[in-house]
């Protein structure tokens, strides 16, 4: 089992310090914490741990487990206590070598506040430093948590990866301002910073190749890589950079966030990085370090860029290419929910300023709409999106986001719909959106403005970011496009709902007024102005 712990979640202010642990190894102990022991166990953050050496075990050296309530007895007598949102205490200058999984673990989540607050609280950064992780499975790895710093670490000869940043928050706090701010900042927010990560530092039997990379960079938003070397991956079968895999969660065509990059140096690295599909996600490389372009973005090609002379394929990486700045911000854009993609179909996007199109899965496993569809697009522009053997319809429907939006940026939207439609709802469910008289514009129209083309039926709707706001914004969409069957949306009143009249309408015939009988034929009652049928006459 574990060798030192802290067990409920509420133990907090304890100094580990000059410690050292042999060879923690599992115990037949039916509880999973001592199946899969760390040498330093810490369910609280806010402890000092420095200064520790971990020599071998077959788990974890330092599992930090925080959750979201105390465990044990402290359940009961903290009520409304988060030790997932702790403030940090110190993590400095230890060290941890031939383990079976994780030098060090993060998880499953932890998003570090000032105060400690289960709700609202200003974001805190968490800063590992000094760390020393060789000959692991895994150097480091977090998961499922914000605002991490690892800084001045060495990783080296880890077998499957050096540093892996697999999320930042959840997918669940993404829109949170005061969190926002922290995103690609050194200060405040999450980051690998001054750090050498070495694949084979050339002192084994045979060579070391990380089986993923020597950094994993995490499917979320906000991370900064900054004056990191990367030293001795000479190998085609690894990579210095690779996103994440998520066991139960995405395997696959997941991705789309942006990490910045800057100050980086590589050394004998046969691949920097790999894209392993569209979407994998957008690397901005502020200085050129990494794709020799300083300020561009390097992604992976789809069927809108990859033939486009204005971006080139990138030296040292495996499919992606290196568009600059000039072009303009990317963004990413996920929806699900759609009422056409009723079995998975392909998505087609269309680029109309040069008929380009990529296609794009609807996926069971996403990171943030499951059961939909995940892109990076170009702003500034207008994309006609279809569905797979979907005839134009009659009314549509999806719910997503379009992340990251910066100032001054748009987004234009096209569908083709049958008919124009008699109510739309684009960023509101509640509020109409407003319809435009004329083609949608940045400059003359506002965010969530809609326009119909009578001579295409192509629909449009435009996302926006004014450019006299100051921060980059989400906007959430929930587009739901109806042609009422009836007009002005009123289905009639049915028959049986009717109120019963109280009075005589203007209309009436009267059975003593002969001209109402003209309708009356030879056979029938009313006819030749007599009130009964003659037949009937004769038997009375």
């Known amino acids: ?27 037949s102990s039916l509880l999973n914490e001592d199946l899969t022991p760390a040498a ?44 997932h949102r702790q403030p940090f205490g110190r993590f400095v200058n230890n060290s941890v070598h031939s383990v079976g999984r994780f030098g060090v673990w993060i998880f499953p989540e932890y998003a570090p506040t000032v105060g400690g607050s289960c709700t609202n609280d200003a974001p805190a950064q968490a800063v590992f430093e000094g760390l020393i992780s060789w000959k692991n499975f895994k150097g480091m790895e977090w998961v499922m948590s914000s605002t991490i710093q690892i800084k001045n670490a ?14 930042a928050i959840n997918d669940q706090a993404t829109n949170l301002p005061n969190l926002r701010a922290t ?33 994993v960079v995490m499917w979320d938003r906000g991370l900064l890589v ?76 789809d ?6 002379i204005l971006c080139s394929p990138t030296p040292n990486f495996l499919n992606a290419v290196t568009c600059p700045s000039s072009l303009g911000h990317w963004i990413r854009f996920a929806f699900n929910h759609a009422n056409l993609d009723t079995s998975g179909q392909f998505l087609f996007i269309t680029d109309s300023a040069n008929s380009n199109t990529a296609v794009v899965p609807s996926l069971h496993h996403r990171l943030t709409h499951p059961d939909g569809y995940t ?33 001054g940026d748009y987004l234009i939207v096209q569908h083709r719909i049958e008919f124009i439609p008699d109510q739309v709802y684009i960023i509101s469910s509640t509020s109409m959106a407003h319809q435009s008289t ?24 435009i996302v926006k970011n004014p450019s006299s706001n100051t921060v980059t914004i989400d906007v959430t969409l929930v587009l739901n496009v109806i042609k009422c069957q009836y007009p002005n949306c009123q289905p009639p009143v049915q028959p049986g709902l009717q109120l019963p009249a109280t009075a005589r309408p203007n209309n009436a015939l009267y059975w003593s007024n002969d001209s109402d009988w003209y309708f009356a034929t030879q056979g029938y009652g009313g006819y030749g102005k007599s009130k009964c049928e003659f037949s009937e006459m004769r038997q009375i």
């Open 1 to 27: 089992g574990g060798a030192i712990f802290l067990e409920d979640g509420v133990e907090v202010g304890n100094v580990l310090r000059g410690n050292l642990a042999v060879f923690v190894q599992a115990s």
């Open 40 to 83: 330093i166990w810490a369910t609280n953050p806010y402890n000092i741990i420095e200064n520790n050496a971990v020599a071998g075990g077959t788990h974890i050296g330092y599992w930090y487990r925080m959750l979201k309530t105390p465990d044990g007895p402290s359940f009961a007598m903290y009520p409304g206590y988060c030790p």
């Open 154 to 167: 060495l990783i080296f000869d880890n077998n499957d990866a050096g540093l892996s940043c697999v999320t």
């Open 183 to 215: 995103f690609y900042n050194e200060s405040t927010g999450s980051s690998v910073i001054d750090s050498i990560i070495i694949g084979d530092v050339g002192v084994s039997g045979s060579p070391i190749v990380p089986t993923i990379a020597g950094l």
């Open 226 to 301: 900054q004056n990191v070397s990367f030293i001795n991956f000479p190998s085609p079968q690894t990579q210095a950079l690779l996103g994440p895999l998520i066991v139960g969660r995405c395997l696959e065509y997941c991705g789309g966030w942006m990490t910045v990059f800057s100050q980086l140096s590589f050394t004998n690295v046969a691949i920097r990085g790999n894209f392993r599909w569209q979407y994998d996600g957008l690397y901005l490389d502020k200085d050129g370090s990494l794709g020799n372009v300083p300020g561009a973005i390097i992604l992976s090609p």
């Open 303 to 308: 069927g809108l860029w990859n033939t486009s």
């Open 375 to 407: 892109m990076n697009l170009l702003t500034d522009r207008t994309y006609m999106l279809s569905f797979e053997n979907a005839n134009a319809p009659v009314n549509l429907s999806y719910t997503g986001v379009v992340y990251d939006l910066v100032p």
């Open 438 to 461: 004329s083609p949608l514009s940045y400059a003359t129209s506002n965010n969530g403005d809609w326009y119909y083309d009578n001579s295409t039926s192509l629909f449009s709707y």
